[in-house]
């Protein structure tokens, strides 16, 4: 896993509680809604011993292979390998994409599960890689071993699914979210339309472990609140997490796609009051083994891995027989809409792409209105960061324009753009700079700028927000209340 909260200022941890009422409530209203005469089927009781094997059969294939399962080594890809066969016997549907790093070529598996409903995909995946290292058991064998066997799980059920499902294994995760990026970024735009719900688990069975449920796509939530709800109906705490994007989901929420997931816990230190909550030990890392070659079968908390097999099977059964409804075609916007989705960051990253975690709600910089901006720069050091959103703009209009409210402030001095934000549009293959910001004459004041998009009318084009910044002194340029209007 990717994540690293060490001293990171963007982290937030909140505790929730709900009733076993409550949970219960979230759980059926989960399925609310259906019109089918079938319930759906009863969440399995997935095999630990089944799962253990899987491990051991990826330590097997570390120890042979090197010590680890990184991308570009032979261990990585024989651990797909025999993923792969394992899901070919089962009776599913793979494919494999390679790809290129700087580690050397790697792979993305994806298994579908024949039948359902193909406009409503449920997704549940994995990273398979472990870093050098290593031969990452904890992270990530044990999401990895966990998704695999709730997928061969399925298989034996004999259940129908409502919906059509897919699991996937992740390569070059630990290079950044490589694999997963390039899933999303080749697959057709229908086809993303179609992804109802992705579920991610990474590091499911920490040594020392937590139940910490994702927190950072809001258009993920009814699966976030049918997962705490599962956890409180068995008795487990739970803490939101907000990972700003730094694992698999990442590369479907900024698509607009509802994730959710589940993390036990990395490098960070437990505090006396989780381990009241968790057991375990307070003072001590939830794995003190992350990235190191001592995350092996003896890094495992079985109690933690059994428990989280279970929810994370529960969430495939459950979301496999889920009322997504009927998706309505597309219609004309009314003249003065804003044609750009998510215009003020309310839902996180939803329908925007760029740096992952540059949408976000910290409260280290002010949104102009409620909670959420794009806050671009303010790391003091290079760095080169976007937001952006395509947008067509109708072929009648007389009008169109782009608007935004932009607040700035620096620790820079003088008179030199050393840090700067262009806000561009791009056309096919050109890039026109509408204006340039920088760490002159800043004002942490919000203030509205608007551009004429008339030149681009009938033509779908990408708004940009580009900032790029030097080795030193930071500039922080916070953006919110976007819009693109036409007439």
Not at 393 to 406: E, F, G, K, N
């Amino acid at each position: 896993m990717s994540i690293d909260f060490s001293g990171d200022p963007m982290r937030t941890l909140r505790t929730t509680a709900l009733s076993a009422v409550a949970a219960a409530a979230l759980v059926a209203s989960a399925l609310a809604g259906s019109t089918s005469p079938a319930v759906a089927a009863p969440s399995p009781d997935l095999s630990l011993t089944h799962v253990t094997a899987h491990l051991q059969q990826l330590q097997s294939i570390a120890t042979a292979n090197g010590g680890n399962r990184a991308t570009g080594r032979p261990g990585y890809r024989a651990s797909l390998d025999w993923v792969k066969a394992k899901l070919d016997a089962a009776g599913y549907t793979t494919q494999v994409q390679s790809f290129s790093t700087s580690s050397g070529t790697s792979y993305n598996l994806v298994a579908d599960w024949p039948g359902g409903d193909a406009e409503h995909v449920v997704m549940t995946g994995a990273h398979l890689d472990s870093v050098a290292a290593g031969p990452g058991i904890n992270d990530n064998g044990t999401g990895s071993a966990a998704v695999l066997e709730a997928a061969l799980a399925w298989a034996a059920s004999g259940n129908t699914p409502r919906n059509h499902l897919r699991f996937a294994w992740w390569g070059a995760e630990e290079q950044g979210l490589l694999g997963s990026n390039r899933y999303m970024s080749t697959l057709p735009t229908a086809d993303k339309d179609r992804i109802d719900l992705y579920m991610n688990y990474d590091m499911v069975g920490s040594p020392n472990p937590g139940y910490f449920v994702y927190d950072d796509n809001p258009a993920g939530n009814g699966a976030r609140d049918a997962m705490t709800a599962y956890y409180t109906s068995k008795g487990i705490p739970w803490e939101y997490i907000d990972v700003q994007g730094r694992s698999d989901h990442a590369s479907f929420r900024s698509y607009g796609i509802p994730t959710t997931g589940m993390y036990s816990g990395g490098e960070v230190i437990k505090t006396s009051a989780q381990a009241q909550k968790w057991g375990g030990t307070a003072g001590t890392a939830f794995d003190p083994c992350y990235h190191r070659s001592c995350d092996t079968m003896s890094n495992i908390n079985t109690t933690a891995l059994d428990r989280n097999i279970d929810m994370i099977g529960h969430m495939v059964w459950l979301y496999a027989d889920k009322d997504f409804g009927t998706t309505l075609p597309p219609t004309t916007p009314p003249a003065g809409a804003n044609l750009l989705a998510n215009a003020g960051f309310e839902s996180g990253a939803a329908s925007w792409t760029g740096t992952t975690g540059a949408i976000t709600s910290n409260t280290g910089r002010p949104a102009r209105t409620g909670s959420w901006k794009a806050w671009l720069g303010g790391n003091g050091a290079t760095s080169t960061e976007s937001v952006a959103q395509s947008v067509t703009i109708p072929a009648a209009a007389t009008a169109a324009s782009l608007s935004y409210w932009i607040r700035t402030d620096t620790a820079e001095s003088g008179s030199t753009a050393y840090d700067t934000l262009k806000v561009q549009v791009v056309s096919g293959t050109t890039t026109t700079t509408l204006k340039t910001f920088s760490n002159v004459g800043t004002s942490a004041t919000y203030a509205q700028f608007s551009h004429s998009l008339l030149a681009y009318r009938g033509k779908t084009v990408t708004v940009k927000f580009l900032m790029t910044e030097d080795s030193s002194l930071q500039t922080s340029f916070v953006v919110d209340d976007t819009s693109v209007t036409s007439s």
